[in-house]
């Protein structure tokens, strides 16, 4: 028996945006091409560019927090009692010099 891992709910979500991007940005680019004479193009055109670039953000900001709730998640990133050892080495350290001096 073969395992294979089938694409979860959220996978599936950022194929189909993926796919619906493209599709976004190939008619975006074959208005383009062709001489925009008419206003009715050139409002498409805009429209499409405003599209495509809010959804390329929204992506952006979705990969984004996925990747930081993956981080936090395995528990590979920084831990608030670190960086406070760490500040107070420093202060400590620059309190020592400072009377050294």
């Not at 074959?30 to 992506?59: C, F, G, P, W």
């Not at 984004?64 to 009692?81: A, H």
């Not at 309190?95 to 001096?101: A, D, G, I, L, P």
């Amino acid at each position: 028996m073969e395992l294979t891992e089938k694409p979860t709910e959220t996978e599936k979500d950022i194929n189909e945006e993926d796919k619906i991007i493209e599709e976004l940005e190939r008619r975006r680019k074959e208005l383009r091409k062709k001489e925009i004479k008419t206003a009715i193009d050139r409002v498409e055109y805009t429209e499409l560019n405003k599209t495509v670039k809010k959804k390329r953000r929204a992506r952006t900001r979705r990969k984004r927090k996925e990747f930081v709730l993956n981080i936090l998640k395995q528990r590979k990133g920084p831990k608030e009692t670190e960086k406070q050892k760490q500040k107070e080495n420093s202060t400590n350290e620059r309190q020592q010099r400072q009377e050294n001096n």
